[in-house]
């Protein structure tokens, strides 16, 4: 495994995951969101487990980058892509179970799929990119 290369898209992965999920949950789903605002923390309990919401994006964006070079040979950002997309339609079927069990409004659960497609094709994609295979050189 080239750690260098896993380390700058693990970071770079990282970036994307929390400035999307900022931009899309944070903002765009925003008002969706108070829809149902007993689902939520108030603003002044979020705040106190910030720590966690990075937490989580570390989590997610490291193991993205360490299956995508553990598992895709060929490497690229289609393949990362690809990889993506595939991980997302897991989180949508989780989705699909969350609000099975939970009072979530169809607006919040196709946001959700949408948000996931996006964020974790386009994460997969610049790991892709960044963490392809050497190209044989000449000898």
């Not at 689902?39 to 490291?62: C, E, K, M, N, Y």
Request: charged residues 10%; positive net charge; proline residues 5%.
């Amino acid at each position: 495994m080239n750690w260098k290369k896993f380390f700058i898209a693990f970071i770079a992965a990282f970036i994307f995951l929390f400035v999307f999920g900022f931009l899309w949950y944070g903002k765009f789903m925003d008002p969706i969101h108070k829809e149902v605002p007993m689902l939520w923390r108030t603003q002044a309990d979020f705040g106190s487990h910030f720590p966690w919401l990075v937490l989580g994006h570390i989590v997610v964006a490291f193991f993205l980058t360490m299956l995508y070079a553990h598992f895709v040979p060929a490497g690229g950002a289609g393949a990362g892509f690809s990889l993506g997309i595939l991980l997302a339609l897991l989180f949508v079927g989780n989705n699909v179970i969350v609000f099975a069990v939970q009072p979530l409004t169809t607006k919040i659960l196709w946001g959700w799929i949408v948000g996931d497609l996006i964020q974790f094709g386009f994460a997969g994609a610049i790991i892709g990119a960044i963490y392809k295979p050497s190209s044989p050189t000449a000898s």
